[in-house]
């Protein structure tokens, strides 16, 4: 049997690592690609004039994040991306803008530890009617930062019943992290051979890291049946 399970506390400092890798500059690269795509919907009268002053208020934003991309953000532009993120929700909160808006606002709260803040603007996300996409990928991050603050249930329950599309891989890895927390070796086996299974993208660090997990929640009876 493989003893060397990982322990809740590495998995929470393992939860809290992906999101320093996922920096500020990846999420608006994101944010941005997701934006330039609801800049092309069309809109009609006063909702087209309503949307364009959203999507200014939100290029705005971007701007900041991205005026110095080799630079780490300095208070005051981490201030002007949260007022503009509050403006965006407060004014164009039925827009795409905003919910993009919310998810910075919410890796910025993570970069400063504060959890709590970046489940509120993740919930935030969830309840006002995101695109399909979007809340899938919102719904991923908000049970990652459950598992960060050690309620692994909360974070199955979060994703559980989300269906995942082209993100499967990604939410049976996450699936199977929350089951290890909660040392539930079985359901982590089948869910990273689930990931494995689902991984489109072809990568091979991703699938090595899977095997590996795998491997670590490999239950007792088929490592007998390897071993005979």
């Not at 199955?156 to 019943?161: G, K």
Request: glycine share 6%; aromatic share 6%; charged share 25%.
């Amino acid at each position: 049997m493989v003893a060397d399970h990982l322990s809740e506390e590495e998995q929470i400092e393992a939860f809290k690592q992906w999101w320093v890798d996922n920096g500020l500059k990846l999420v608006a690269a994101a944010v941005i690609a997701i934006g330039g795509t609801l800049g092309w919907q069309g809109w009609q009268g006063s909702i087209q004039q309503h949307a364009e002053e959203g999507s200014g208020v939100y290029t705005a934003m971007i701007d900041v994040v991205t005026a110095e991309s080799d630079q780490p953000l300095s208070d005051d532009q981490k201030e002007q991306i949260n007022a503009s993120a509050d403006q965006l929700k407060e004014q164009y909160g039925d827009s795409g803008y905003a919910h993009l808006s919310a998810l910075l606002k919410a890796k910025l709260a993570i970069d400063a530890n504060n959890l709590d803040q970046a489940i509120t603007e993740l919930e935030w996300v969830v309840a006002n009617d995101p695109a399909d996409d979007l809340l899938t990928l919102t719904k991923l991050r908000l049970a990652k930062v459950h598992a960060a603050q050690g309620d692994a249930e909360k974070a199955l329950a979060t994703i559980n019943n989300q269906q995942a599309g082209k993100m499967a891989s990604a939410y049976e890895e996450a699936k199977g992290d929350f089951h290890i927390m909660l040392g539930h070796y079985e359901a982590a086996y089948t869910a990273y051979q689930a990931a494995i299974d689902t991984e489109e993208t072809g990568n091979s660090r991703v699938i090595s890291i899977l095997r590996l997990k795998l491997s670590q929640a490999k239950p007792v009876d088929a490592e007998i049946q390897d071993e005979s």
